[in-house]
């Protein structure tokens, strides 16, 4: 009895033992749902931003090259033919740095002036009165903004345009180009012919008046008398009645009447009057050679004291010729006087800038001012990397442009000329590559702003933020967006409340 009962609690104290390591073992196996519940991630909660106020500004930041116009070689045409002697500089020499401006000399050839003038066709040939082509017009055109009177600016070198030439090498402080020998004794000659065939107008013109010329009164009242004198004298003949006398009276009266109107009758003079008209055709054809041979004879312009330049004012860079030494191939290299800074940029940024924009050149620890004074279409180039930077419009900071190509044109080149420059400025900006900041636009001072990332779009086309409000709770708001720069955009709400430092989601 004893046996069985110490048999039955060992079995009891088994069991008992069993379960708890059955429970134990229990509280610590799980299932894969348990596992993954218990390693998934938390709840995701938002990601929220204040609302600031600020100033924003849009701007294009590019870089840009610092020189001058493109650099032209100066040169003359020698003129003189075989056995002519070699042209020989003289004076005038401009200093390199120097300025050149239009009209004004440039060098002294043989003791005459050179003159520098704006123009794209060269000085190909010597030009004088009664020549005519698109050389001619550019001259005249140059003369008359000049204030030189040209006469009608044409095709056409008129008397005229010589004599505004002329002016034009007196204001220089030179003698104006004289014209040649011949065509001076071509003016002589035509004079003497002139004053031949007026003094055979003036003997024409006498011989017509001497015939034209008509009875004095003396011989008027003379030849009168006599009429009347005859008409007496037939009267007497009738009262007496003498048959003879009466006959002989009429014959009288007749006679006197005869000759009273051959007194009177106008005189035919159309022999004088045709040899008249033939002298004075002879004066005005003698007339217009004169004037022929004067205007041929005008102020011509050599084109050996003339040199054209695209455009002036330009700098010199080199100067080749020396006094004493003949002429030779180039005069000197000029470039444009005045510093400009070019920038190559794509077309989307083209379309935010335009010419009289301001701008910021960084020089060193500098900031210059400079203005947009050009915008075009960039020339081809045969390679070339555009290494422009850019934000677009959104004052970010832009990458590298991309190659170039082979002779295509790569987007638009914005010329900038700087303000003021002392001459350390200019000394550092020539041929140097800058950093330009071109403000595009801006908000009138501060504004409420939030970052790009908290605008979303509504289904009608609007936009909108979401703001998380003190208690938790989570507000959508419709907003009006203004200008986006910096990755911030300008809002104003079209509904409930916003303010600086409140919370709007950018994410979750």
């Known amino acids: 009895m004893r046996t069985r009962r110490r048999t039955l609690l060992i079995t009891a104290g088994a069991a008992v033992a069993s379960l708890g390591v059955g429970l134990f073992a229990g509280s610590r196996m799980e299932s894969p749902a348990d596992a993954a519940a218990k390693t998934a991630p938390p709840k995701a909660s938002d990601i929220t931003v204040p609302v600031e106020k600020r100033t924003l500004k849009s701007q294009v930041v590019t870089r840009a090259d610092a020189s001058y116009a493109g650099s032209v070689d100066l040169k003359i045409e020698a003129g003189g033919g075989e056995g002519a002697s070699q042209p020989i500089v003289t004076g005038r020499v401009p200093a390199v740095g120097s300025e050149i401006r239009t009209g004004q000399v440039v060098l002294e050839v043989t003791g005459r002036p050179v003159l520098a003038l704006v123009g794209a066709l060269p000085m190909y040939r010597s030009l004088r009165p009664g020549m005519s082509g698109p050389d001619v017009q550019q001259l005249e055109k140059l003369l008359d903004q000049l204030g030189r009177d040209p006469g009608t600016v044409d095709k056409k070198y008129t008397a005229a345009t010589g004599r505004a030439v002329a002016e034009l090498f007196r204001r220089a402080g030179y003698e104006p180009p004289a014209a040649d020998e011949q065509t001076t004794a071509a003016v002589d000659t035509a004079k003497q012919t002139v004053k031949g065939a007026q003094e055979a107008v003036n003997g024409a013109r006498s011989a017509l008046r001497a015939a034209q010329k008509g009875p004095t009164e003396g011989e008027k009242v003379q030849a009168q008398n006599a009429v009347d004198q005859a008409k007496r004298a037939l009267s007497a003949a009738k009262r007496a009645g003498d048959a003879t006398a009466i006959a002989d009276a009429e014959d009288a009266l007749r006679l006197a009447k005869a000759q ?63 006094v004493g030494q003949a002429v030779g191939e180039s005069l000197m290299s ?106 595009v636009n801006s908000t009138k001072g501060d504004v409420l702003v939030v970052p790009v990332a908290a605008l979303s779009a509504r289904p009608d086309g609007g936009s909108r933020v979401q703001v998380k409000r003190a208690d938790g709770t989570a507000e959508e708001l419709r907003v009006s967006v203004g200008l986006a720069a910096d990755g911030y955009a300008e809002i104003r709400p079209l509904q409930g409340s916003l303010k600086e430092g409140d919370l709007v989601v950018v994410g979750r």
Request: aromatic share 2%.
């Open 260 to 322: 009273l109107r051959d007194l009177l009758k106008p005189k035919d003079v159309s022999s004088e009057r045709a040899a008249y008209n033939s002298a004075t055709d002879a004066l005005e054809e003698a007339q217009d050679a004169l004037d022929g041979a004067e205007e041929a004879a005008g102020t011509p312009l050599p084109a050996a004291e003339v040199v054209f330049v695209p455009s002036l004012p330009r700098r010199v860079d080199k100067v080749t010729a020396k």
């Open 334 to 439: 000029v470039s444009g006087a005045t510093l400009v800074l070019t920038a190559n940029v794509d077309a989307e940024t083209r379309a935010l800038l335009k010419v009289g924009m301001k701008a910021t050149l960084g020089l060193g620890d500098e900031d210059l001012p400079a203005t947009i004074s050009t915008i075009r279409e960039a020339e081809s180039t045969d390679n070339g990397d555009s290494g422009d930077e850019g934000d677009g419009g959104d004052g970010g900071d832009g990458g590298d442009g991309g190659d170039g190509g082979d002779g295509e044109a790569s987007g638009f080149d914005v010329v900038l000329k700087p303000g003021k420059l002392n001459p350390t400025q200019v000394e550092l900006l020539r041929q140097a590559n800058v950093k330009v900041t071109i403000p």
